[in-house]
């Protein structure tokens, strides 16, 4: 009886001491953790946040990477086709000109879009965001660059695009001589960075450094 009376109720706590599942919105009181903790939901087990060790440092490594990876796999050849005693290399950026000129304009914006613009929009906000947490300046700008990036980060879609070379692939694998190019390497090379970061990246501890909660997220 008297547990009841010390427990504060959750709608009178402050919002910030609060955290609700994003799978079955149990709404709990926001534990603390210590660094490489996990906290779960008690009722579904969705994983609520993670406590992960040097972030930003970590995040910084894998975003510069996925930077140098962006222009190999957007320039060099995904494939090279030969057929018939003629030889074809393709790259990305090819594909979108291919498409342009071929009176398919709607398609070439989108899969310019969607391939390169937003995905590289993506790696420079969370790059903007991640100086602004370790040299610690303008991180009221940083904020406003993670909400950006969080409302562009679903229209990034180099997976759906690598399906489509994939399946490509084993289309014209049979009717002519292909040769895997270096770009497409350092395309799958991209996307697995990109899942790492996602990983890494705690979206938790970012807000919470940006919102300058905890000046330690850094560490
Ligand atoms: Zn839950």
Same mark, same amino acid.
């Given at each position: 009886?008297?547990?009841?009376?010390?427990?504060?109720?959750?709608?009178?706590?402050? =919002?910030?001491? %609060? /955290?609700?599942?994003?799978?079955?919105? =149990?709404?709990?009181?926001?534990?603390?953790?210590?660094?490489?903790?996990? @906290?779960?939901?008690?009722?579904?087990?969705?994983?609520?946040?993670?406590?992960?060790?040097?972030? #930003?440092?970590?995040?910084?490594? $894998?975003?510069?990477?996925?930077? %140098?990876?962006? #222009?190999? @796999?957007?320039? &060099?050849?995904?494939?090279?086709?030969?057929?018939?005693?003629?030889?074809?290399?393709?790259?990305?950026?090819?594909?979108? &000109?291919?498409?342009? *000129?071929?009176?398919?304009?709607?398609?070439?914006?989108?899969?310019?879009?969607?391939?390169? @613009?937003?995905? $590289? %929009?993506?790696?420079?906000?969370? &790059? @903007?965001?991640?100086?602004?947490?370790?040299? *610690?300046?303008?991180?009221?700008?940083? &904020?406003?660059?993670?909400? /950006?990036?969080?409302?562009?980060?679903?229209?990034?879609?180099?997976?759906?695009?690598?399906?489509?070379?994939?399946? !490509?692939?084993?289309?014209? #694998?049979?009717?002519?001589?292909?040769?895997?190019?270096?770009?497409?390497?350092?395309?799958?090379?991209? =996307? $697995?960075?990109?899942?790492? +970061?996602?990983?890494?990246?705690?979206?938790?501890?970012?807000?919470?450094? +940006?919102?300058?909660?905890?000046?330690? !997220?850094?560490?």
């Amino acid at each position: 009886m008297s547990e009841s009376v010390d427990q504060p109720v959750l709608s009178e706590m402050p =919002l910030n001491q %609060l /955290i609700a599942c994003h799978e079955c919105d =149990l709404l709990m009181h926001k534990p603390v953790l210590r660094k490489d903790e996990k @906290a779960q939901c008690p009722r579904c087990g969705y994983e609520l946040y993670a406590q992960r060790h040097n972030v #930003v440092n970590r995040s910084l490594a $894998l975003v510069l990477t996925a930077l %140098l990876l962006f #222009v190999p @796999a957007n320039f &060099l050849p995904i494939m090279q086709l030969h057929l018939l005693g003629q030889t074809s290399e393709d790259t990305v950026w090819s594909g979108v &000109l291919g498409l342009y *000129n071929s009176d398919m304009r709607g398609i070439a914006v989108v899969v310019f879009l969607c391939s390169m @613009a937003i995905p $590289l %929009l993506k790696l420079t906000c969370q &790059l @903007a965001v991640l100086l602004s947490i370790r040299l *610690n300046v303008g991180r009221s700008y940083g &904020l406003f660059i993670y909400r /950006i990036y969080h409302h562009v980060r679903d229209w990034g879609m180099l997976e759906v695009y690598l399906m489509g070379v994939l399946v !490509a692939i084993v289309k014209l #694998v049979d009717m002519a001589q292909l040769t895997i190019g270096l770009g497409l390497v350092c395309f799958v090379g991209l =996307l $697995l960075v990109q899942v790492w +970061l996602e990983v890494v990246m705690s979206p938790h501890q970012i807000w919470v450094a +940006l919102s300058g909660e905890d000046v330690h !997220a850094g560490d």
